[in-house]
């Protein structure tokens, strides 16, 4: 079986992605979103996995972490990074991919998300396991320290998706806009 890497991530004006550590905004429906997105399931006996990159799990809340119902993949080049219980860890993205389609988890995973963060998502959008980018552009400016990458639009195409809501979003007077991208 090989992954279909689905990347999920909420980008401001410049791109921006995060502002030391953090989500530069705050916005429930749009994680509640991320959350339905990446827990939901057509087989009630399968999970979903969630790949991200080290700092992307420091930046969780101690409360939140693992995020719950998915497998949680940490990518770090640390050899001695540990887990525990919480998730797995893996060195590499092709690691992380080669992990969650081989047993035991092949049979047990439904979704391969990636959510983050910059380099992370620059490895999926590069990675022949490249599927779908579901990019919620947040139509505002806020400070921001890390980016999304460069993504080539002329590889991909706009998809619909009956799980992504249409048209213009807002909450606390930010506007904001789910688009699906699906590659040729
Ligand atoms: N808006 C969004 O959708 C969104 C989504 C996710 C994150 N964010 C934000 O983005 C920021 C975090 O993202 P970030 O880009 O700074 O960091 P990140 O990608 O989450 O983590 C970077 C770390 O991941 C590991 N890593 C990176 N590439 C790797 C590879 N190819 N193989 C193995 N390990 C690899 C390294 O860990 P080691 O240093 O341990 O080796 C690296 O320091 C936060 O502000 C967060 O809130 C926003």
Redesign the pocket.
């Known amino acids: 079986m090989s992954a279909k890497l689905e990347l ?4 401001c004006h410049n791109r ?9 905004w705050r916005l429930k429906s749009e994680l509640e979103f ?1 959350t339905r997105m990446t827990t939901n399931t057509k087989d009630a006996g399968k999970k979903n996995a969630v790949i ?8 969780i809340p101690a409360n939140h972490k693992p995020l719950q119902g998915r497998l949680n993949v940490v ?4 050899k001695d ?1 540990d887990l525990g219980d919480k998730g797995v860890v ?4 092709e690691e992380a991919v080669s992990l969650v389609t081989s047993p035991p988890y092949n049979d047990q995973i439904e979704r391969h998300w990636v ?7 620059e ?1 999926a959008l590069n990675s022949t396991s490249c599927h779908r980018v579901y990019l ?1 552009d947040i139509l505002a400016d806020f400070e921001c ?2 980016f ?1 990458p460069e993504m080539d639009e002329t590889k991909f195409e706009r998809v619909e998706d009956p799980d992504v809501p249409e048209g213009i979003q807002e909450e606390k007077g930010i506007c904001f806009k789910y688009n699906v991208f699906q590659h040729k």
């Open positions: 999920i991530a909420a980008a921006g992605i995060g502002f030391k550590g953090n989500l530069p991320f991200m990159g080290r700092k992307t799990w420091e930046s990518l770090t080049r640390q990074f893996c060195n590499s993205l959510i983050g963060g910059s380099a992370i998502y490895a919620t320290d890390t999304f």
